[in-house]
């Protein structure tokens, strides 16, 4: 269900090496996912999305995988850079027609110099 | 090319005093559009959407409501603010394509609301 009342995890990283940021859903009905990147003080901005049919996708350096087995979506940042500092949200559609997005409660990524 | 506008962008109130957050959006037409509040250090709860002029879907009960009366105009309101009602308050928009039902949301800038 939605964690809006939940601190955020946290992941650090190191600018240069490549982040993994996992996301755990819970309706094996969901079929379509979207990542989406905040900043401090602005909007969630898209990042990358999928759909059921598939169980990878690629942007530019972002890999967004689809497990479906077992309900997990991650999003993979190759060669952070100090701008990937952000929080990043994963969404699903859970309901056909509702058009309704359902978040995840996020993960704040931290590149250090 | 599609933008989506907030205003304001800040906000200080005092409790007990009206709200009136407006959105729109430019470069579509009927669009579905959202209303989402963000406690700081947290995620998004959708209160509102709404499909069509006139069309409102509250998603929590709360001290909020919300109205839209125009295609692409989006307005969540209070009569008197509490406390609790502070948060970073975001809009939101998605295009239907016929036949699809699956469609990315894009949100606006975020009005920045502190009740006093």
């Known amino acids: 269900g939605e964690s809006v009342g939940l601190h955020l995890p946290t992941l650090s990283v190191q600018e240069g090496d490549n982040s993994i940021i996992n996301c755990a859903y819970s309706?094996?009905?969901?079929?379509?996912f979207i990542w989406y990147k905040q900043e401090s003080g602005k909007g969630p901005q898209f990042i990358i999305d999928?759909?059921?049919?598939?169980d990878k996708r690629q942007g530019q350096r972002v890999t967004v995988l689809l497990n479906k087995t077992v309900k997990h979506l991650s999003l993979q940042i190759a060669a952070t850079q100090p701008g990937d500092s952000a929080v990043y949200f994963c969404?699903?559609?859970?309901?056909?027609?509702?058009?309704?997005?359902?978040f995840g409660q996020g993960t704040r990524l931290t590149i250090n110099p | 090319s599609q933008t989506i506008h907030q205003w304001p962008a800040t906000l200080v109130q005092p409790v007990g005093s009206p709200l009136s957050l407006e959105c729109t959006v430019e470069?579509?037409?009927?669009?579905?559009l959202y209303w989402y509040r963000q406690a700081a250090g947290r995620g998004l709860q959708l209160l509102f959407y709404?499909?069509?002029?006139?069309?409102i879907s509250s998603e929590v009960p709360q001290n909020l409501s919300a109205s839209r009366p125009q295609d692409r105009q989006f307005i969540l309101s209070s009569k008197k603010l509490l406390l609790s009602d502070s948060g970073f308050y975001l809009c939101?928009?998605?295009?239907?394509?016929?036949?699809?039902?699956?469609?990315?949301?894009?949100f606006g800038p975020g009005t920045r609301l502190l009740v006093l």
């Open positions: 309706n094996s009905a969901s079929d379509y």
């Open positions: 969404a699903e559609n859970r309901v056909q027609g509702a058009q309704k997005l359902v």
């Open positions: 470069g579509t037409s009927n669009p579905n």
């Open positions: 939101a928009w998605t295009a239907l394509t016929s036949g699809r039902d699956q469609e990315t949301q894009y």
């Open positions: 709404s499909v069509g002029i006139g069309q």
């Open positions: 999928i759909r059921s049919n598939m």
